[in-house]
């Protein structure tokens, strides 16, 4: 299995793109997203031409949406529309049930409810379901999507939020998503091959309790949604960049 971050800064970076990772996995390759952020498709397109690995909206194979702040889901009727219209076909959507009862009213409604289907005439009125195919995280079974098999575990954190654990080809890379500093995570995040760990000030997790972590873990773990300040040189953990390939 192959990552390229498209993201990785925080909500607030003025010098990287928001936390977003593409995964690669299975012949043919399948590709998915996990979260979505804006400028969806920028971020897709400067990552295909640093990495070389082919990243564009038609390989999209599914969204996994970890949670509903911006940062991470701001993307999502972008790309939701350019499915609609340009693909003629609805995005696949991996989702945790607490995270998707507010995505629609709560989220895309305002923007995606109602369509002119020529100019001026009468709007027709959308569902979620019209452009997205809604696949159910569960938090006690593995989920299937093309070759990968999500796991996912709610976080701390201020909205319904889900860490993942996603295994294709033998291989599990564990993904905390926002969240607090917790231990538990931490274990059910260490049993996979490659742990990427957010990092960030208030309720998110400081870089001291993960620098302190047995260095076997640290050794298989990398940094996400550091905030600009961040000291990457400094860091004893390595810290993810966007458009470079990293293997689990
Ligand atoms: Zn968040």
């Given at each position: 299995m192959r990552i390229v971050p498209l993201g990785v800064g925080?909500?607030?970076?003025?010098?990287r793109y928001s936390t977003c990772l593409s995964l690669h996995a299975g012949d043919p390759e399948t590709m998915v997203l996990v979260d979505c952020p804006h400028p969806i498709q920028k971020m897709m397109r400067e990552a295909q031409i640093a990495s070389?690995?082919?990243?564009?909206p038609a390989r999209v194979a599914a969204v996994i949406l970890t949670h509903l702040h911006a940062d991470h889901c701001s993307g999502l009727e972008g790309l939701g529309y350019y499915v609609f219209f340009y693909l003629k076909r609805k995005l696949p959507l991996y989702i945790h049930p607490e995270v998707l009862a507010?995505?629609?009213?709560?989220?895309l409604a305002a923007g995606m409810t109602h369509l002119m289907?020529?100019?001026?005439a009468p709007t027709v009125t959308m569902k979620l379901e019209d452009y997205f195919e809604v696949h159910l995280l569960d938090e006690n079974t593995k989920v299937a999507c093309g070759p990968f098999s999500i796991e996912c575990r709610k976080t701390i954190h201020h909205i319904p939020t889900t860490a993942l654990r996603i295994t294709a080809e033998g291989r599990t890379l564990g993904h905390s998503a926002?969240?607090?500093?917790d231990e538990g995570l931490i274990d059910w995040l260490g049993e996979s091959n490659l742990v990427i760990h957010e990092t960030n000030y208030g309720v998110h997790t400081p870089y001291e309790k993960l620098a302190a972590l047995p260095a076997a873990l640290r050794e298989k773990m990398r940094l996400i949604h550091?905030?600009?300040?961040?000291d990457l040189a400094k860091s004893n953990i390595e810290p993810l960049h966007e458009g470079r390939v990293y293997t689990v």
């Open positions: 925080d909500a607030f970076s003025a010098l070389n690995v082919p990243i564009d507010e995505l629609w009213h709560g989220h289907p020529t100019p001026g926002d969240t607090s500093f550091y905030p600009d300040d961040f």
